[in-house]
């Protein structure tokens, strides 16, 4: 099992930055993407940056070059700096670790923490 805990959301003006963390336990093991996700209201769950345990990194089009996800070497925390937020980025946004092991596949989420760009 793993357990993962967001902080660092919150109000902030358009333009500014926030850094989220992403506090996880538990047993991350074999080959794994730790990641960030998004949902806006009465939008779909999408995604927003994904770390593979390879150090790959994949970004979705609308947050290349203003968002960077990052880790720890231990994997005990995930972070996703954002910079120049725009009011779209208003969102939940949700921390996911998916493991793969042999032919099994595992899926953990945070509970989610909020992001409002608003003036």
């Known amino acids: 099992q793993v357990q993962l805990v967001e902080s660092g959301g919150g109000l902030v003006q358009p333009g500014g930055s926030l850094r989220l963390s992403c506090a996880a336990s538990g047993n991350i093991f074999g080959f794994y993407t730790m990641g960030w996700y998004r949902q806006a209201p009465g939008k779909q769950r999408e995604l927003v940056a994904t770390?593979?345990?390879?150090?790959?990194?994949n970004y979705a089009d609308s947050v290349k070059g203003r968002f960077t996800i990052s880790k720890a070497h231990d994997k005990s925390t995930v972070w996703l700096q954002m910079n120049s937020l725009r009011p779209e980025d208003t969102a939940v946004y949700y921390c996911n670790v998916h493991i793969l092991v042999l032919t099994s596949n595992y899926d953990y989420w945070g509970q989610g923490t909020q992001v409002t760009v608003s003036s």
């Open positions: 770390l593979t345990s390879g150090e790959h990194t």
